[in-house]
C-alpha cells in the first residue's frame, strides 16, 4: 500500500461564523470566492470539515477515506484508531468571539462532550489585539452567574495582550475568548464541542441571538485556574540547518517553530504523524514515498511511515510549523 501514500497537501474546508474576515485568502494568496472565510480546518477528518487530498495519487479523496485505506501507516503506531487524534485550523477574528469553555478529558470522560485542549499561534495582530483566558482569583459560580446576569462576563477573565508568535495554550476547562484583529493557526484535540456562555449581546445570520450553553459550561469549568495563559518558548538544538523553538508541549500535541537555515533531514520512531505548515516557502519535503512542494500558507501531512524524511527550503531563514504527537 505504501507505493501510493505520499506527503498529503489538503484542501480546506472554510467556515463562514459571523465574527470572521478575509485574510485567510488574501495572505495567503488562496484563490477563493469573496465571503466570509472565518477558519480553515487545514487538517480534518470530521464530516462537518472534511479535508480532502489536492496533490498526487490520491488527488480527491477524502482523508477519513484515506485513513481507512492505510490507517497506522498514516497515523502511527503508536495512535489507536483510524481517527486523526489532532484538528489544525486558521482563524482570521475580525470581530472577538464568544467567551466560552470545551470539556477536558475528565469531563468527556463524564459524558460532557469530546474533549479540547488546543494551542493558537498568532500569525498577526492588531494593535491592542488581546485574549481572554482563565478566570481571575476568587472567581466562584455565584461571582460568575453574575456576571453573567449584569452582561459584564469579561471583568471574570484576565485580559491578555497579545502579539505576532506569542503562543496561547487553553487546555479543556479553560473559559477563553479570541479577541478581534487576531489571525491564528490553531491546533488542538480531535473535537467540535464549543459551550458558549457570553456573546457579547451579538445576534446570528438569522438576526436572533446565537445559543448559549451555560448549564453545559458550568459541568466543565476549572475553577481554579491559575496556570500561565502564554506560553515559554523553548529552543532545542536539532542539527547545523535548523533552529527549532518548542512553543507547547503537552500530552496531546507539540508545537514547534523552525527556522530553516537549508534542508533538514528528520528520523523519528514512526509513533505518530508530523505536519508541516509554511510560514514562509515554499519548501519541498522528500520522502521515500514521493516529493512534494509546499507553498507558503499551505499545510502538509506527512505519513508516520515515512520517519525518515527531508525538509528542503527554497531559501536560507524559511520559517515552518510543524506540529506532531508527543
Not at 106 to 111: D, F, T, V
Not at 280 to 294: D, R
Amino acid at each position: 500500500m505504501s507505493e501510493t501514500l505520499h506527503p498529503l497537501i489538503l484542501r480546506p474546508a472554510y467556515k463562514d461564523y459571523i465574527w470572521g474576515g478575509n485574510r485567510i485568502p488574501t495572505v495567503f494568496d488562496r484563490s477563493l470566492p469573496p465571503g466570509i472565510y472565518a477558519e480553515s480546518w487545514e487538517l480534518s477528518d470530521r464530516p462537518e470539515g472534511m479535508g480532502i487530498v489536492d496533490n498526487g495519487p490520491l488527488q480527491g479523496t477524502t482523508l477519513a477515506k484515506v485513513l481507512e485505506q492505510f490507517g497506522h501507516d498514516l497515523l502511527g503506531h503508536g495512535v489507536c484508531g483510524n481517527t486523526l487524534p489532532l484538528l489544525v485550523k486558521l482563524i482570521d477574528a475580525r470581530e472577538r468571539l464568544s467567551i466560552q469553555v470545551h470539556p477536558d478529558n475528565e469531563s468527556a470522560a463524564r459524558g460532557l462532550g469530546e474533549a479540547k485542549t488546543e494551542a493558537w499561534h498568532v500569525l498577526a495582530a492588531a494593535p491592542g489585539s488581546r485574549v481572554y483566558a482563565g478566570l481571575k482569583p476568587a472567581t466562584d459560580r455565584s461571582v460568575f452567574l453574575q456576571a453573567l446576569r449584569d452582561g459584564r462576563l469579561e471583568n471574570c477573565l484576565n485580559a491578555v495582550p497579545i502579539q505576532p508568535g506569542d503562543t496561547i495554550f487553553i487546555p479543556g476547562g479553560r473559559v477563553h475568548a479570541i479577541g478581534e484583529g487576531l489571525l491564528l493557526l490553531e491546533v488542538q484535540q480531535n473535537s467540535n464541542t464549543t459551550y458558549r456562555v457570553y456573546d457579547w449581546g451579538r445576534v446570528g445570520h438569522d438576526g436572533k441571538p446565537r445559543d448559549l450553553h451555560v448549564e453545559q459550561a458550568l459541568q466543565v469549568i476549572r475553577w481554579r485556574d491559575a496556570d500561565p495563559v502564554k506560553t515559554t518558548p523553548w529552543s532545542v538544538t536539532d542539527g547545523p540547518q535548523v533552529t527549532p523553538t518548542v512553543l507547547v508541549e503537552c500530552p496531546f500535541f507539540r508545537l514547534e517553530r523552525m527556522e530553516l537555515g537549508g534542508a533538514f533531514e528528520v528520523h523519528h520512531s514512526g509513533a505518530g504523524f508530523h505536519a508541516v505548515f509554511t510560514l514562509e516557502g515554499p519548501v519541498v519535503i522528500e520522502t521515500a514515498g514521493g516529493t512534494e512542494l509546499v507553498a507558503r500558507g499551505r499545510t502538509c501531512l506527512i505519513p508516520a511511515l515515512w520517519n525518515r524524511y527531508t525538509i528542503r527550503p527554497e531559501r536560507p531563514g524559511t520559517r515552518i510549523l510543524r506540529i506532531s504527537l508527543p
